[in-house]
């Protein structure tokens, strides 16, 4: 080995890395030391040599960004953030995996300064830089003009076996190289080595022909070699496709005896392993203690000032030449919605010829209301996932950006999953409201990016049609019967199933408001009868759950969601010409009804009143809402392929099964 | 045009095939004209020239499978079916996508004869044939010897452009591309059409180097010309490595107008299309006749009997050399269990001494029971998505295919939806009970495998373990909060969450016989206590929900289940101590306790009982089963970072919430 007086100050700054997170590691008693020990120098290279970022600012909207999509190294960038000068302390670092910690065992975006994402899921860090590239793109090209250029950065993401085997990574690859978002940056830490040992054994793709497939720039280095590995960047930097910079490194690298195995990737080293790598490289500093050169060469807070003060110049510039789009950029990048948007909308939806108030499906609503939408929020990324005509995301105003470069629509062709993770990455990125539709049943390919962009709290709408055997002969495969309980399940994600056109605008005047979480938009394929609201009943949809009919006497109350709505409506016609009070709750949005105050849910359904839900869906969910003694109308069996009429009658989803059931629950409860 | 009398069989056999489809899609007035029309040479081709197959026995075992992933082409099965002999007549498609026929709107399996899997969710069949493939390489080393070979047959898979653009591809062919899954031949219907239009905006892939980077074997033909099919399907035969063969199509082949461009994709042709298509192509026969020489170079009938009658032969010779595997084989066909498996389960737990009755994590328990299962059942074909180490599910007898190239288990990579629809695959082939493994929370990648397999009734086990915050360290992303509760959700979806190893074996045994869907374990990474029963109680487990402790008066039922049953029983104690008696209930699968019959719910559940739930998932789904007046010990939201101890406690999961909670539940009811 090199003495310690000859090994450069790279070499060191790896080396602090690596002691970094194998200490930290230790000291948690539990971690992954493997995947940082094998990429400090990739770390090392763009950290220090390419990421113009301001650790200072972690929220300027130029930087760089960093994506670690192998989220399970998450000391890596822990250390990273500490060396480069983030608000990360020493302390913060001992303190990896406990509770409470700002180090916790994966990346949480929102939690650590300077963590754009959270990741850990594999592939979905991939996606997400894409998603964050993708945002790059489209507002250079809405706010740089001649002269003027205040976006225009470079998105970097390390990706690992695990997530290039993910079938997510297929999707986002495919889509970012047709794309071509040559500012996306790819570093692959290939080591071959997964948690099953050799991946030759289940993994033996030739990735880099398959990443030129996709119409990227490849190519590869030794991952342990700085310069080659700069020397990558710098040419990636250049290429106008996207890059994958594949890294052959050993994992555990300078592990003296684990580098190379398994056993490295997700267990501590051991103090005698990582006092005999302190030995090989010549490290002599305690765990956690950095020496004053190394802190110095990793110190990223002058340089970063510096990228500031020049951009924050720019800016200046910016915005006296163009004070609209500079004032409409911060507007976006803060988030804040343009005032007059809620009125237009609440316009559209009033007027008597409201088109939102005729028979009509509640996708055919969507798009309606899209029509105003996309015009007043310029924010609003919209697309689909190949199923732009039927789920009726694209309206007059959308730009495709598949033809023209730029726009505010894209299809992103049959990828669900890739579609709702790349959302996640443009709504972290900023600037831009990301909507993106596919069949109902569907959204269980994407589930757990709707999971990831609900824990990150991330504005994004997932706009699901055909959302119940009503789509009719496409049959069971396509027909949700489950989908739109399970994901009410997810915490801090909002279904709605409106049952109209009204209630369609609401929930989607909901979902652009909510700043602190996605939203799912559960439509239906077939025309939906409307219903008159007083201007009272308007304002109370926003509560989730609202009487929407009611009777002099209430006997029993039914609820009703989306297509069943109007089931539930003419039951309670059939049960008033046998002498029983029926009122209608329509609650569009269960988890915004349990969140209203204890009056409020008392008044809509009295605790006395036994209780009828309607859902074309599994029926469990609701027995919560009707109790034991009341009733639950829906479909607990997979779909069929027949007509929609043909279908409802088949299920017994219809107004006499409702009322029937109903009947005999008054008649068994007054019994009593 | 060519005279009808110049026109060659194999044109007209092709042409049978697009009037069918074309007509029927016209009769039902909804349908995809586009693909079938595109895809009838390669249709023709491989079954005409190529598939072996007997229509009068659609469950012969040697028989080669075809699998249509591009599911929406139904009506090109639905002919093809026909034309060959299968047992649907044309009156069956007549009634395409009417209810209660036996041609849905998707092709589904178990409905039609000869329909080999269900498809229409993009990507899957291609994996499911992927899995029959797999099958059958198994099988075949199993069950082949030196001069009989009884198990020998090809997978023949068609794919459209939204199968390959499906994460899901990429995972499932790079596995049978190092697999080397030779018999494996895809066709790939390269129409350059999607639902929203030309490919080129969103598909920019070469698919040919793509899949050479898979290590496939590929060729690129004219997909309208049948000689050069027919020659890339010879040449497909004879390689070792899978097939892909990129047919350059025109979507909608032949109809006048429409042919190339996406409006033929989803909707009916119209009639003037139609004959506009019979004029061009001679065809003079009026919608649903086939002509007789048409119908007779169509028929499989003869050449399928001979195939069968051929077969039969060896088999007969085979049984008679080798009476033991041949009754194996016929065992394993039927999915008959051999006789003693329970036993042996039943003596392992059983054991006063048995490693199931220690303190220890169900996922260890479960690796116990399976050193049993897996040495007592040849046909376990076991697995784990790149986590063999932590799903624990690998045994001593398990042989890795990945390293023998035959096995009884498989490292399938990080790839879970790829690993449960190859799954599906496998166990539609028959011979076969797999068994795969993943990270509960990575539920939600497979998710939707899960749901066809269980719309399938396919006996497919999915191992799912770190099934809560007991993980610890690995935090929000890792650890399940909605997943067990929305897996039950799944209509004909069996869940179990053991508390202990007795239970935990219990719930294995219910997975390997159950034949009529697929079985989700839910297992804890942490170790758990283990509790004594009595001979009744053990019986009792297999209901789904039992009385494991009782009280001599019950002021209050503690439901719980997994790690939380615990909790219940703690809790119970400090009930005693102020003189509550609680009766705690473990409910390892509630799917099967709400299937008992009333008189035993009520047994368990006595209605006049107050009832608290605990466990560590959302609580809505338990809301059902307390009542309103019921309490809910839980977690609605996401989870943390840390020790799992810390966790438990800072989710108030504990005996003495649960504790508390019953008691002023129980003051709140008697107060009433």
Redesign the interface.
């Known amino acids: 080995m090199n003495a310690p007086e000859t090994i450069n100050q790279a070499t060191r700054c790896a080396s602090a890395l690596r002691f970094l997170a194998a200490d930290a590691v230790e000291q948690?008693k539990?971690?992954h030391p493997g995947a940082p020990l094998g990429m400090a120098e990739m770390a090392e290279v763009v950290w220090r040599r390419h990421l113009r970022h301001n650790p200072a600012n972690p929220s300027w909207i130029n930087r760089d960004r960093f994506v670690l999509s192998n989220?399970?190294a998450s000391m890596l960038l822990y250390a990273l953030l500490h060396l480069s000068g983030y608000d990360l302390s020493i302390e913060d670092l001992k303190q990896f995996?406990?509770?409470?910690?700002r180090t916790?065992?994966?990346p949480?975006f929102g939690l650590t300064p300077g963590v754009e994402t959270?990741?850990?899921?594999?592939g979905q860090g991939l996606a997400n830089a894409v998603g964050m590239a993708l945002a790059e793109k489209l507002l250079a090209a809405t706010f740089n003009t001649d002269g003027h250029t205040v976006i225009d950065h470079f998105t970097y993401v390390f990706v690992g076996?695990?997530?290039l085997?993910?079938?997510?990574?297929?999707?986002v690859s495919?889509?970012a190289?047709?794309l071509k978002l040559g500012k996306l940056i790819c570093l692959y830490d290939d080591n071959g080595i997964?948690?099953?040992?050799d991946?030759?054994?289940?993994?033996?793709?030739?990735?880099?022909?398959?990443f030129?497939?996709?119409?990227w720039h490849v190519t590869t280095v030794d991952g342990h070699d700085a310069e080659a590995i700069d020397e990558a960047v710098r040419a990636a930097k250049l290429n106008d496709k996207p890059s994958l910079i594949c890294c052959r490194t050993i994992i555990g690298k300078f592990a003296p005896t684990k580098a190379g195995g398994h056993d490295v990737h997700g267990a501590p080293l051991g103090t005698q392993e990582i006092a005999a790598m302190r030995e090989a490289l010549g490290w002599t500093a305690a765990p956690f203690e950095i020496p004053s050169d190394v802190a110095e060469a990793w110190d990223a807070r002058p340089q970063g000032a510096r990228y500031q003060e020049e951009w924050d110049m720019h800016f200046s510039d910016y915005r006296v030449a163009l004070p609209d789009l500079a004032g409409e950029l911060l507007r976006r990048c803060e988030g804040i919605l343009p005032p007059g948007v809620v009125d237009g909308v609440i316009q559209l939806l009033s007027a008597p010829s409201s088109p939102l108030r005729q028979k009509i499906a509640t996708r055919k609503a969507s798009q309606l209301v899209l029509e105003q939408l996309v015009e007043a929020l310029p924010e609003m990324l919209g697309g689909?996932a190949?199923?732009?005509?039927?789920n009726l995301t694209n309206v007059k105003a959308s730009k495709?950006v598949?033809?023209h470069g730029s726009g505010n629509y894209?299809?992103?062709?049959?990828?669900e999953?890739?579609m709702a993770a790349v959302m996640n990455g443009v709504a972290l990125h900023g600037g831009l409201i990301p909507y993106g539709g596919t069949f109902m049943?569907?959204s269980?390919?994407s589930?757990?990016a709707i999971?990831?962009g609900?824990?990150m709290r991330q504005r994004v709408i997932h706009v699901l049609t055909h959302d119940s055997i009503g789509l009719?002969?496409?049959?069971?495969?396509?027909q949700p019967?489950?989908h739109t309980?399970?994901l009410?399940?997810?915490?801090?994600n909002h279904v709605w199933r409106p049952c109209d056109g009204v209630e369609t605008a609401i929930a989607w005047l909901a979902a652009v408001q909510r700043d602190k979480g996605p939203s799912c938009l559960v439509l239906s394929r077939q025309a939906l009868t409307p219903f008159e609201r007083s201007a009272e009943q308007i304002e109370e949809v926003k509560y989730g759950g609202y009487v929407l009919r009611d009777a002099a006497v209430v006997d029993v109350v039914l609820i009703g969601t989306g297509s069943e709505v109007e089931i539930a409506i003419h039951a309670a016609q059939i049960l008033a010409g046998q002498g029983i009070g029926a009122r209608v709750v329509s609650m569009p949005c269960v988890e915004l009804f349990l969140s209203q105050d204890a009056d409020y849910r008392e008044a809509v359904l009295p605790?006395a009143v036994p209780r009828v839900s309607v859902e074309a869906g599994?029926t469990?969910?609701?027995?919560?809402?009707v109790?034991?003694g009341g009733e639950c109308v829906g479909i607990?069996?997979?779909g069929?392929?027949?007509?929609a009429d043909?279908?409802y009658e088949?299920f017994a989803l219809t107004s006499s099964t409702v009322a029937d059931r109903a009947e005999s629950l008054v008649r068994r409860q007054s019994g009593r």
Chains 1, 2 share one sequence.
């Open positions: 948690a539990s971690g989220g399970h995996r406990q509770l409470h910690s916790p065992g994966h949480e959270t990741t850990g899921p594999l076996d695990g997530c085997m993910e079938g997510i990574s297929h999707e495919s889509l190289g047709t997964s948690i099953d040992g991946t030759r054994g289940w993994f033996g793709d030739n990735t880099a022909q398959r030129t497939a996709y119409g689909s190949d199923l732009s005509g039927s495709w598949n033809h894209l299809s992103y062709g049959v990828r999953f890739g049943a569907f269980d390919y589930r757990n999971r990831m609900a824990l009719g002969e496409d049959g069971p495969t396509h019967i489950e309980s399970s009410r399940l997810i915490p801090n605790t599994v469990w969910f609701w027995r919560g809402m109790g034991e607990d069996s997979f069929e392929s027949g007509q043909a279908l088949h």
